[in-house]
């Protein structure tokens, strides 16, 4: 009897460590998933503002900016150098937020974008982050961005 009541209990200790890893795995794959999946949509966001800013450009010769609303790019990105995954050299620095009124079919994640005015990078307020980097925006080479989270 007394071997019996020790092989229980050593299986609910079992039991609980495995139920405790497999919901680990799960919360961690979840939390992976959602960071990319916010990161794709601000990707997606990004790019469609950057074809219609083109096209308002092509037409008006001007972007379609708030000029009351900038800030310096070093007051959004935290260490912004040549090391930063944001870093554009063709940046100016100086950032405008996109007039979205002036901007016709938007559907966007988001409403809070920045753009350079020399290079016409275009930033989120708010980054993604991913794995260590935080993305403002959308890497030169992003679609070769490692993202092997899983």
């Known amino acids: 009897m007394k071997n019996q009541k020790g092989v229980t209990l050593m299986i609910l200790v079992v039991t609980i460590i495995a139920i405790g890893l497999i919901f680990g795995a799960i919360s961690y794959h979840s939390v992976t ?3 990319l999946n916010a990161y794709y949509m601000m990707c997606t966001d990004i790019e469609l503002l950057d ?3 083109a096209l308002y450009y092509l037409k008006n010769k001007t972007l379609p900016i708030i ?3 900038s800030q310096s790019i070093t007051s959004l ?4 150098n040549e090391n930063n995954v944001n870093y554009n050299p063709n940046n100016s620095g100086n950032l405008y937020k996109i007039d979205l009124s002036q901007l016709e079919n938007l559907s966007l994640q988001k409403t809070d974008y920045y753009i350079d005015e020399q290079s016409h990078t275009i930033y989120a307020s708010s980054g993604r982050k991913l794995e260590e ?4 925006t959308v890497p030169i ?4 961005v490692d993202l092997n989270l899983y």
């Not at 990105?77 to 912004?80: D, P, S, T, V």
């Not at 980097?133 to 403002?136: A, E, G, L, N, V």
């Not at 080479?141 to 070769?144: K, S």
């Open 33 to 35: 998933s959602y960071r």
């Open 77 to 80: 990105i935290e260490n912004y």
């Open 141 to 144: 080479d992003y679609r070769e």
């Open 133 to 136: 980097d935080t993305y403002y």
């Open 51 to 53: 074809e219609k800013i």
């Open 67 to 69: 000029e009351s609303e």
